[in-house]
């Protein structure tokens, strides 16, 4: 069955394209034709030591891309089809694999150990292969150093690659203790102690019963300790991201242990190499992230019984902790700023300096003042920038009240040093650090303000001019302005920033048509900053934002002129499309907004409508997604009107509903479809059976991305709606699709935190859907076809009421449909009501909620069940 295929292998990685693009047909066919003998051929191959290294490795690539796919229902095709080939090819290919493992070559053992995991993680959870981890076991009292290696990289990946509850303890056991042993300082062979190391990070989620029992924890904790010593750098590594892994699995049981490893992350972050001195900056990061959690979780207020206790180990460490971060703010990188992904020892410190503050608030303060004033005016550029550096990362997590009088110490400071300071790295992190003032300290909800008429000018003229500035620091000004504008948002009629409001924007614009402005994002940026200023501005300042208008239209105009562009000029032309489309939907919003300014606006609408529609006829697979929400802007304020565009725009709507692959773009379109039936009302009607073919589809498919289900149904809520009785029709395909759903989420036990969240908006979409039907069939004499619905809608209600995990917004929606249901049912639902379990505690539980939102939805049911239970 198995057929030569190493020159076509070789072939497949020839220069030549057209020898390429040959082999890779071969392959292809071969595949196609013979899975069995094309699998088969590729084990062979990876196994077979006479082959040549490059053949080997990618046969043994194709057989792992045969097993596995990024996308779920490819997935699930692929570990269908392996497990239905049959058992006595699969032996072999399994015997080849293992084979492998003791291979010279060790691109081929790497390659092999990823498959075998990759066979694993199908076959395990089918009770097959149940020997593999023994036999992998037995490899690691091999003699040859390589074999030993092999084999503990194979059990790395296993554990990264399959659930630990396909596992027995005893394997576990086994399986640590072979990496464990590994580990050990005694182990000669370098890369045995690397590639157990490796494995144990992996490995960590199976040991929690390890963890439990003192004598193996101190054990596995010695040895992770000792091998943060080792003279290998990849080691010493691998070690300390070992350490990061257990601050967060297993953070309640580190209190024995913490003194020696802040000794050893000291030694670490002071003396050794950088990629060694950031994971143990980490360790204390992630232990910041436990305790932060753990704060917030709980509000501060600790019982004795809390079960999830907090140890303070930040607290405690503080006084040598912070010494240590801030000596790492000065170890900046000269062209750190200029590289988008940059990252080092300072950035490390700095940021970790910041969780810091966010976990012990104003103990954090005194200890960092000194840093900042002994180094804010030094000449070597370094100790400003560390300084100034310092003084961003702690302005998150104390109070307003102890930060204030130092912010206004420094502000003015600050802003000449913007202006003066000769070095571009101290002007990046002091616009930075504005922003970081104005984000966290200015605000409606700040007692003291920092802002004041006899600073704001001097504030506005300086970030406006560094907007000229080196395109790191102009992005970081940008910034600044965003959070300047922001914190002005709830003012009222007035802004302080209205005398300014046509000098920043024009200098905004400016900034857009830098020709540096693809760099450090500051495009990006500028139209952000622009957006946010049009957002937070006042009624006095409307008729800017009207000219503002044809000024951002002629610039999307512009974008559709181009002919003939390269793939790299076209993703540039994308991008700012986006931008400017998402510039004009601010711009709708703001002027829909009120109906002086509407009135005038609408004088722009079929433009900026035909400019959309040309967007999307820009880009053959897909649907622009700022375009669509745009438009979704422009339907909410022309209201009925928007009818007009429905005949050329729904082609796109159907478009993005279908985009299963890039599913934002499908939750974004649904979203629009909500705000297209609003605006419509039953003027949707014509479309309403594309649409809900669509929706119905979208749900029905397993290769749909799940987030986009709750916004569907919520969806159908919106059409029953917009067409009231006219949805009769659908209700035969809407209700048991909605019934299964609630059947599905009505029960969450022994789901995780993420699930329960997921299945909260699965009920609140559900909900949703079900309010809308009740609401647009109200007062209808079609309202009789809903009563089949009343019992199994009730009984959803029950259930949801009994788990106990509901969240306030589906709390609200779900007294809101047990409303609706009386509301529209009348006294064909009151009984029902009376009957149901738990319709009168739910209700009562609501009623005396503390959420005012929650509160008014229970008086509205109560007054529309008494109502429904007098008739």
């Not at 940021?351 to 503050?357: E, H, K, P």
Request: net charge negative.
């Amino acid at each position: 069955m198995a057929m030569e295929v190493t020159q076509v292998l070789l072939n497949a990685q020839s220069v030549d394209s057209t020898v390429r693009k040959h082999a890779e047909e071969t392959l292809k066919q071969f595949q196609e034709q013979n899975l069995p003998g094309f699998l088969l051929s590729l084990s062979g191959e990876l196994a077979s030591e006479e082959k040549p290294v490059d053949s080997r490795k990618l046969a043994g690539l194709i057989l792992k891309n045969a097993l596995d796919a990024k996308e779920q229902h490819r997935k699930f095709e692929l570990v269908q089809r392996w497990l239905s080939l049959d058992m006595v090819v699969k032996a072999q290919i399994k015997t080849c694999l293992l084979q492998t493992l003791s291979s010279l070559a060790s691109d081929a053992r790497s390659t092999a150990s990823q498959v075998i995991a990759k066979v694993a993680s199908i076959e395990l959870p089918q009770k097959q292969w149940p020997e593999l981890i023994g036999s992998l076991l037995s490899n690691i009292h091999q003699v040859p150093a390589h074999v030993k290696q092999a084999t503990l990289e194979t059990l790395g990946y296993l554990c990264e690659e399959v659930s630990p509850d396909v596992v027995d303890q005893d394997q576990v056991n086994k399986i640590l203790t072979a990496v464990v042993q590994g580990m050990n300082a005694e182990e000669g062979n370098n890369d045995v102690r690397l590639a157990a190391t490796q494995a144990l990070y992996n490995a960590l989620g199976f040991a929690h019963a390890n963890f439990n029992n003192d004598m193996e924890r101190d054990f596995i904790m010695r040895v992770v300790c000792e091998a943060t010593l080792s003279p290998e750098v990849k080691i010493r590594q691998a070690a300390f991201e070992c350490l990061v892994s257990i601050s967060s699995t297993y953070y309640e049981k580190l209190a024995p242990y913490i003194q020696d490893i802040f000794n050893i992350t000291a030694k670490a972050v002071k003396e050794d190499v950088e990629p060694v001195a950031l994971q143990a900056i980490e360790f204390w990061s992630s232990i910041c992230d436990e305790e932060i959690d753990i704060l917030e979780d709980y509000g501060g207020d600790f019982t004795a019984d809390s079960d999830v206790p907090c140890y303070y180990f930040i607290k405690q460490a503080l006084p040598a902790l912070v010494p240590m971060l801030l000596e790492t703010l000065l170890k900046q990188e000269e062209d750190q700023d200029q590289d988008e992904g940059a990252w080092n020892l300072a950035m490390a410190g700095g940021t970790c300096l910041g969780l810091v503050a966010r976990t012990v608030g104003d103990d954090i303060v005194p200890l960092v003042m000194p840093f900042i004033q002994e180094n804010i005016a030094k000449p070597d550029w370094r100790q400003r920038e560390a300084a100034t550096y310092a003084f961003g990362s702690i302005l998150e997590g104390p109070s307003p009240d102890k930060l204030t009088p130092l912010v206004n110490v420094a502000l003015n400071f600050m802003l000449t040093a913007l202006t003066k300071d000769p070095n571009s790295h101290v002007k990046d992190t002091t616009a930075w650090t504005l922003g970081r003032i104005f984000e966290f300290l200015h605000g409606s909800t700040v007692e003291t303000p920092i802002i004041t008429p006899a600073n704001c000018q001097l504030i506005i003229t300086v970030l406006l001019q560094r907007m000229k500035d080196a395109p790191n620091v102009a992005e970081k000004a940008c910034g600044a302005l965003y959070f300047l504008a922001q914190g002005y948002e709830d003012v009222g009629a007035s802004s302080p920033l209205t005398p300014y409001f046509q000098e920043i924007v024009q200098s905004l614009l400016t900034v857009t048509h830098r020709e540096d402005a693809g760099e450090s994002r500051l495009r990006t940026a500028a139209y952000e900053t622009l957006n946010e200023v049009v957002r937070c501005s006042t009624d006095e300042t409307a008729p800017m934002v009207l000219q503002l208008a044809p000024i951002i239209m002629t610039e999307l105009h512009q974008t559709l002129e181009g002919t003939k562009l390269s793939s790299d000029e076209r993703e540039k032309q994308s991008e700012l499309q986006g931008l400017l489309c998402g510039c004009l939907q601010v711009i709708i919003q703001k002027l829909g907004s009120s109906e002086a300014t509407k009135f005038v606006f609408m004088q722009y609408a079929d433009q900026i409508m035909s400019l959309f529609l040309r967007v999307f006829a820009c880009r053959s697979a897909t649907v622009h997604e700022e375009a669509i929400l745009a438009i979704g802007a422009l339907a909410y304020a022309t209201g009925p009107d928007f009818a007009k565009y429905m005949p050329e725009f729904y082609k796109y709507l159907e478009m993005g509903l279908q985009n299963f692959e890039e599913y934002q773009v499908c939750a974004v379109t649904v979203g629009v479809v909500g705000d297209v039936c609003r605006a419509l009302e039953d003027k949707i009607l014509p479309y309403c059976d594309g649409i809900m073919t669509q929706l119905l589809k979208d749900l029905s498919s397993n290769q749909l991305h799940r987030s986009v289900k709750p916004p569907i149904f919520s969806c159908l809520g919106d059409i029953a709606l917009a067409i009231g009785e006219n949805f009769e029709k659908y209700l035969m395909y809407a209700m048991p699709m909605l019934q299964s759903a609630a059947e599905l989420s009505a029960h969450t036990s022994g789901a995780d935190d993420e699930m329960i969240e997921y299945t909260n908006l699965l009920r609140n979409g559900i909900l949703e859907a079900y309010s809308g039907i009740f609401q647009g069939f109200k007062n209808s004499p079609k309202t009789q076809l809903l009563i089949p619905c009343a019992p199994h809608i009730l009984q959803f209600l029950d259930s949801i009421y009994m788990e106990k995990d509901m969240d306030d917004v589906v709390m609200k929606t779900a007294i809101g449909v047990l409303g609706d249901l009386a509301d529209t049912l009348g006294s064909n639902a009151g009984s029902l009501i009376q009957q149901s379990l738990s319709s009168k505690d739910f209700l009562n539980e609501c009623l005396s909620s503390d959420d005012h939102l929650i509160k008014e939805s229970a008086e509205w049911a109560k007054l529309a069940i008494s109502r429904a239970i007098s008739v």
